[in-house]
């Protein structure tokens, strides 16, 4: 049946010929695992936009609104937890294949005559790429987002003479705000997709033209060159395979929580980046007074002008690495300078102190007493009682807390808080965990 379909179809349509084209593609030097990480990135490219749309369905981008509908999407919509986990999983990875794909072509030297630009094109999508995921940072209207973006937009705003300009094109106006969300909704699924989709298509288009580098060796890729199909596609396809049941694993396992909603007033909250952002807030750390234009972006665009004309200031004919001692030594450095700055950026990230085991011991209570039912923490939980969320800072009296807890109406009079049955070591436990909850522990 499906057979007679098709030559009914390819008698009109021609198809054997776009078949050929799509898949025999010859490959110098043969199929390689090496080769996965572009078709990686454009099935995860292809999966944003799957989970994208789903999520925009959903999905309200108006201050009032937007926090709530994720938290609708979050609790109610069927499947909705686990597509907005694909959605943010998919983003991360596709980062990383992104950047072990051009680790790959650098490595390979495959950005040289005449790849040069394939390469530019294809530092254009990694731009692209982080763009989105800049833009979509802010779309949850959390208090990560809001804070983490107004640092972001703070940043441009100290580009001289344009500085102030492109800070209000971004926010659409003054301050951050209903506008800037629209504005970045706008620009996450409506020019950011368009814009990749044309260099996606370039980047192919070139590729096609000139073909696939192969080999650093000469002598290796003349020796014997296959086509696409059958075991480029099947190496491709299991690799994917691999990353979407990491990803979807991921999107099941592990929560991705909102914080509170956004609170433009706010203004002690201290957001934390995602990971792949994290090196330059590093960075941002240590670079103060009259050198913060140096990290804010004077770097960044030097290193960004610097990667995007690479394939002309590595004028190297070689490709094989051992003959390029300065690209590779340039290539290493800048690697161990942004992964070095991630691992101090994590590292002080979680030097804050370990869990205290009282603190354990007393968030275990809270759950097991129910407490949940009347507070809210971050806003999970009942509203009929004071939010918890910052407790310790407004409450940083010990003493208070464990005779609330002894008997709420004492202290705090008309209270309908119960009084629970709990031991001393349980007082001074959930005690603990109350005031561990602070906006900076
Ligand atoms: C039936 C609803 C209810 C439950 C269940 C409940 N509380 Fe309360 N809680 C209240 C109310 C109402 C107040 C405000 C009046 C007061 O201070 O007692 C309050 C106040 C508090 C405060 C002081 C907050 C502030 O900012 O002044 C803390 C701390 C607290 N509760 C912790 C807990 C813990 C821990 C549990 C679980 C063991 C719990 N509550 C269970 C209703 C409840």
């Given at each position: ?140 209207w959390d208090q990560t987002a809001y804070w983490a973006t107004q640092i972001g937009i703070n940043m441009v705003g100290t580009v001289p003479v344009i500085g102030d300009f492109m800070m209000r ?273």
């Open positions: 049946m499906a057979s007679r379909i098709y030559k009914w179809l390819d008698s009109r349509l021609n198809l054997k010929s776009v078949e050929r084209t799509l898949l025999d593609e010859p490959i110098p030097g043969g199929a390689s695992w090496i080769y996965v990480f572009g078709s990686v990135t454009l099935f995860l490219f292809l999966m944003q936009a799957i989970t994208g749309m789903f999520l925009a369905l959903y999905y309200a981008p108006t201050p009032d609104h937007a926090y709530d509908s994720l938290r609708f999407i979050e609790t109610e919509v069927l499947f909705g937890a686990f597509v907005r986990g694909l959605h943010h999983w998919g983003a991360s990875a596709m980062v990383v294949a992104i950047g072990l794909h051009m680790l790959q072509t650098f490595l390979y030297g495959a950005y040289k005559p005449p790849r040069e630009a394939m390469w530019m094109a294809g530092v254009v999508l990694f731009l692209l790429v982080m763009v989105f995921a800049f833009t979509g940072y802010l779309l949850p094109v971004l926010r659409g106006g003054e301050t951050l705000g209903a506008l800037t969300l629209s504005r970045f909704f706008a620009m996450h699924v409506l020019f950011l997709p368009s814009l990749l989709l044309l260099l996606i298509g370039l980047h192919l288009f070139i590729l096609r033209r000139v073909g696939p580098a192969g080999p650093w060796t000469d002598a290796r890729a003349s020796l014997d060159s296959e086509t696409f199909h059958p075991r480029q596609v099947y190496m491709d396809a299991v690799v994917i395979f691999g990353v979407f049941a990491v990803v979807a694993a991921a999107a099941l396992a592990i929560p991705f929580p909102l914080t509170d909603k956004a609170d433009p007033s706010d203004t002690s909250f201290v957001p934390v980046p995602e990971w792949y952002f994290l090196f330059y807030y590093e960075l941002l750390k240590y670079v103060h007074g009259p050198f913060e234009p140096l990290a804010t972006w004077i770097l960044p665009v030097l290193v960004i002008g610097i990667m995007l004309f690479w394939p002309f200031i590595d004028r190297n004919p070689a490709r094989n690495p051992i003959r390029r001692p300065v690209a590779l030594g340039a290539g290493v450095v800048f690697l161990v300078v942004v992964l070095s700055l991630l691992g101090l950026s994590i590292k002080n990230l979680y030097a804050v102190p370990r869990a205290d085991p009282a603190v354990v011991r007393g968030k275990a209570l809270y759950a097991e007493f129910g407490c949940a039912g009347c507070h809210r923490i971050h806003g999970e939980g009942g509203a009929v009682a004071p939010d918890l969320s910052f407790v310790g800072d407004t409450r940083p009296d010990r003493e208070w807390h464990v005779k609330h807890f002894k008997d709420p109406q004492s202290v705090s009079a008309g209270s309908f808080m119960p009084k629970f049955p709990l031991n001393d070591q349980q007082l001074a436990d959930l005690t603990s965990y109350m005031l561990s909850l602070k906006k900076v522990p």
